[in-house]
């Protein structure tokens, strides 16, 4: 039987957190860090536990299940499934997720050497999505071309940077500001879902999956276990960046003070910690996160939509890649705003679908209890989303005065409740099948 050597094992979790470290990952710690301040205990734990506890679940869920999304939500019917997994897809690809990549590593890392320009803008996504492409085109050397090669110079330069952060401090950590005074844990928890990891998870598994494959691993267990094993080194590493970031925004009140966005919090600092060459290295960090998650999510969109289509996978990562060059575009700020909104809406029916299908074997019949309770999910997370988006007026007064609702957690509370209730008739149908019997 064919096993992964432990450096072909560790290649595999490089490659793992190299697909998941994007422009988001590094933007928004230090944001969160900022704002919290004193708190940012209590925020980092919240961050973690949606942009790394859920991830490694949603990893870990999958490799269970031996598929991808398409697998993961055969519970709740195939149209349902499809309709969802679309919608994940094209969030986390060429609309929002893919594009932002690119605009984002222009703007941090390359934007101090060319100045803002759209003309700058658009040759630099040119030659990104051109590079991206070429190494999406072959997905089973992903794990030789990301995580042997591309991931190691990317993990020096965090660790550089990461140890500054740690051991060079600007300064003290400051106060608290805005909500993160009264709910640090909380908003923390909602920062990370802006990362799209949790959603990146669910289109990454069978990417993670297939590249255990194409090292010649057959055995479905085998295939499950480095999978799970990947997941965890991706999520160690992602913790260690993630915490030194959060410390790095906690520590630049003064340094940083009136900065909009994380990218502005790490341009000053470098800029004050490393000179000169500190804008190198912030370039070399946030464009090689960039383009790491980037490949892995054209690699990711066009298997699924190639097999959802039938359509051959080269024709559908080039039209993807050009479709994503034109909204790139548009500008950092316009899809972070727009994308937002979506996340809300879309990250509660991934954090379900995820924690039914870890506790599957609980259920009698899954459908009996996927169907009703991921319907409740889209319902409040819809609310949520709109109230995210500005219309508020449209959502009824009922469900904002949900618990948690103004923390766009308003879909909590029904879903627990609608879960129980199911899991009730779950086991009463199945008694009474049972007798009939």
Not at 240 to 265: D, K, M, P, R, W
């Amino acid at each position: 039987m064919t096993r992964l050597k432990s450096l072909d094992i560790l290649a595999l979790g490089f490659m793992t957190f190299a697909l998941f470290l994007g422009a988001g990952n590094i933007i928004f710690p230090p944001s969160a860090g900022l704002s919290a301040g004193e708190n940012i205990g209590a925020a980092a734990v919240g961050f973690l536990l949606t942009g790394v506890g859920l991830p490694l679940l949603t990893v870990v869920a999958l490799a269970r299940v031996g598929g991808g999304l398409p697998t993961l939500t055969t519970p709740i019917g195939r149209w349902a499934g499809v309709a969802l997994a679309v919608a994940v897809y094209l969030a986390i690809g060429p609309l929002f997720a893919t594009p932002r990549t690119a605009v984002a590593s222009f703007e941090i890392g390359m934007q101090p050497f060319v100045g803002n320009s759209a003309t700058a803008l658009f040759v630099y996504t040119l030659v990104y999505f051109a590079v991206v492409l070429f190494l999406s085109l072959t997905p089973g050397r992903l794990v030789d071309r990301v995580g042997k090669f591309i991931t190691p110079v990317l993990i020096i330069a965090l660790v550089i940077l990461g140890g500054a952060a740690v051991f060079a401090p600007a300064g003290e950590v400051g106060e608290a500001t805005g909500a993160y005074r009264s709910e640090p844990l909380v908003q923390g928890f909602l920062q990370g879902y802006l990362t799209m990891d949790a959603l990146g998870a669910l289109v990454f598994g069978i990417v993670i999956a297939n590249a255990v494959r194409a090292r010649g691993i057959t055995d479905s267990g085998l295939i499950t276990r480095y999978c799970v094993i990947a997941g965890v080194i991706a999520a160690l590493a992602l913790s260690l960046v993630y915490l030194s970031l959060f410390y790095l925004g906690a520590t630049s009140h003064e340094l940083a003070a009136g900065a909009e966005n994380g990218g502005q919090i790490l341009t000053t600092y470098v800029n004050q910690t490393f000179g000169s060459a500190g804008s190198l290295l912030l370039a070399v960090v946030i464009i090689l996160a960039c383009l790491t998650t980037g490949v892995g999510l054209l690699t990711a969109c066009g298997e699924f939509f190639g097999d959802l289509l039938k359509v051959p996978y080269r024709a559908v990562v080039i039209l993807l890649a050009l479709f994503s060059l034109a909204v790139s575009n548009q500008g950092l700020t316009q899809l972070i705003s727009v994308s937002v909104p979506v996340l809300v809406g879309l990250y509660p029916l991934a954090i379900v679908l995820v924690a039914l299908s870890l506790m599957n074997r609980l259920w009698v019949s899954q459908p009996r209890v996927f169907i009703p309770v991921m319907a409740v999910t889209l319902i409040f997370g819809v609310a949520d989303g709109m109230a995210a988006a500005g219309w508020g007026a449209y959502v009824p007064q009922a469900l904002t005065k949900l618990p948690l609702a103004a923390q766009s957690l308003g879909w909590l509370v029904p879903v627990l409740v609608t879960l129980a209730i199911s899991l009730v008739l779950d086991r009463v149908c199945a008694a009474k099948r049972q007798v009939s019997a």
